[in-house]
C-alpha cells in the first residue's frame, strides 16, 4: 500500500475488523509511515476513550 490508507480503514484495522490482507497491506505502510502511525495512535486513543466511558456506565 503506498497511498496513505482511508481514514475509515484505518479506524477498522484498529478495530481489528479487516481482512488478513488488508491488514497486512496497512501494517506494511504503517511501517513507512509516521503521519499514518500518528493517526492510528489518536484513533486507539479515541477507543480506548470510548471503551472506558462505557464500563463506567456498567452497573
Same mark, same amino acid.
Given at each position: 500500500?503506498?497511498? &496513505?490508507?482511508?481514514?475509515?480503514?484505518?479506524?477498522? @484495522?484498529?478495530?481489528?475488523?479487516?481482512?488478513?490482507?488488508?491488514?497486512?497491506?496497512?501494517?506494511? &505502510?504503517?511501517?513507512?509511515?509516521?503521519?499514518?502511525?500518528? +493517526?492510528?495512535? $489518536?484513533?486507539?486513543? @479515541?477507543?480506548? +476513550? $470510548?471503551?472506558?466511558?462505557?464500563?463506567?456506565?456498567?452497573?
Amino acid at each position: 500500500m503506498s497511498e &496513505h490508507p482511508a481514514a475509515d480503514l484505518l479506524e477498522l @484495522f484498529a478495530l481489528r475488523r479487516l481482512t488478513a490482507s488488508q491488514t497486512w497491506g496497512i501494517l506494511l &505502510h504503517l511501517d513507512d509511515c509516521a503521519n499514518c502511525r500518528a +493517526a492510528l495512535r $489518536i484513533e486507539n486513543d @479515541f477507543i480506548a +476513550a $470510548i471503551r472506558a466511558a462505557l464500563r463506567d456506565l456498567q452497573p
